[in-house]
């Protein structure tokens, strides 16, 4: 029963990963990550 | 290897914690102009908690990028990163927080400052999933400006590693940021000092207490590949392992206990070897019965 939980658990996150990738969304992680984020250092 | 020659996971986990430390934040140099990296690794999460606003971070962090995305115009739910943050679960479960989480090596750095050490009251335990669902899954969603974009709460709110390590480092070397400091980022200050001073007193304070990324993690360890066996054939039930255990988890009796880290603390101090942790099942019968 694990194995099948923890077969289906990686399929989905590759699938979740290849579609978020592919519809942008590393993009919108990226441009948040390379400008200072004012929430973070507690300013925004 | 012979197998008494084995290194203790003592060792071999503050190896890999250090290694995990040194990749999250290479990128020393920025703290002395208090530049970010903007290079492309930054569209890929770190496994643990590591603030992208951070000088050295060369990843982003989960939490920050799951807000981000959840609350932009254009995405209200990231497959991306659910997607990371399930992969990372089924795979290591908590040993995420145990061995690679950088935050998790400095508190317990911080630990090590002679004091009283305390237990932690249980209840504490249920704080991390309050922030998970109301601060990192809700309100960056549900809250949004006229343009319609959410805010990271976790981030604005609470995070201490967000504070330390891009909020402290920025502000030492930008005076502008320093002329814009208010009554948020006071709080932010109180939360981390609080915490900090948490970790001296509660072994992984905020990681038992208040971190999402650990709630997340924590929930995967019932099925997660590298795991916890305690073989029914060995243990002798002396109790070793519970009074070691950091986590104060009991690992005879819920191996696959939320709040494990797969520190390995307790096969280490087993006297009969009755504990196996790794990725592959070792023990015939295992506890509990
Ligand atoms: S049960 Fe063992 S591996 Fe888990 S946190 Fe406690 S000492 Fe570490
Ligand atoms: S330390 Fe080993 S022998 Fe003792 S109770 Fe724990 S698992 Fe059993």
């Known amino acids: ?16 990963i290849i579609y978020g990738f592919t519809r ?12 200072i984020c004012l929430e973070c250092i507690g300013l925004g | 290897m012979d197998k008494n020659m084995k290194l203790p996971f003592a060792i071999k986990r503050k190896l890999l914690q250090i290694i995990a430390f040194g990749c999250s ?3 020393l140099l920025n703290f002395k102009g208090g530049k970010l990296y903007t290079g492309k690794w930054k569209q890929f999460c770190n496994p643990g908690l590591n603030c992208y606003s951070c000088p050295a971070a060369g990843f982003a962090c989960p939490i920050g990028a799951l807000q981000a995305v959840n609350g932009s115009r254009q995405f209200s739910f990231s497959f991306y990163v659910t997607g990371l943050l399930l992969a990372f ?4 479960g908590r040993a995420v927080c ?19 050490k305390r237990k932690l009251k249980k209840g504490f335990l249920y704080l991390k999933y309050v922030v998970l669902v109301v601060f990192v899954l809700i309100l960056p ?7 319609g974009m959410g805010k990271p709460a976790f981030c604005q709110y609470i995070c201490p590693a967000g504070t330390l390590e891009g909020g402290l480092s920025l502000l030492l070397a930008h005076e502008s940021l320093r002329k814009a400091v208010g009554g948020l980022f006071s709080l932010k200050m109180t939360i981390l000092v609080l915490t900090l001073l948490g970790c001296v007193f509660f072994y992984r304070f905020f ?3 208040l971190c999402p990324l650990g709630a997340i993690y924590g929930l995967f360890n ?9 073989d029914s054939h060995k243990c002798v039930g002396c109790g070793n392992c519970k009074k070691t255990c950091g986590m104060e988890v009991d690992p005879v009796k819920t191996p696959d206990s939320a709040e494990c880290i797969r520190c390995g603390a307790c096969a280490d101090t087993c006297p009969t070897g009755a504990i196996h942790l790794g990725f592959s099942a070792k023990c015939s019968k295992t506890l509990p019965l």
């Open chain 2, 89 to 92: 679960g089924v795979l290591l």
């Open chain 1, 24 to 35: 942008g969304e590393a993009l919108v992680v990226l441009n948040k990550a390379v400008n």
């Open chain 2, 98 to 116: 145990g061995w690679l989480c950088p935050f998790g090596l400095l508190q317990e750095l911080i630990h090590k400052i002679p004091s009283p």
């Open chain 2, 141 to 147: 969603v549900a809250v949004t400006d006229y343009m």
């Open chain 1, 1 to 16: 029963m694990k194995s099948k939980i923890r077969i289906a658990g990686l399929f989905t996150a590759c699938a979740f």
């Open chain 2, 25 to 27: 934040n290479s990128h």
């Open chain 2, 207 to 209: 990681c038992r207490t």
């Open chain 2, 222 to 230: 019932k099925v997660s590949i590298f795991h916890l066996e305690v």
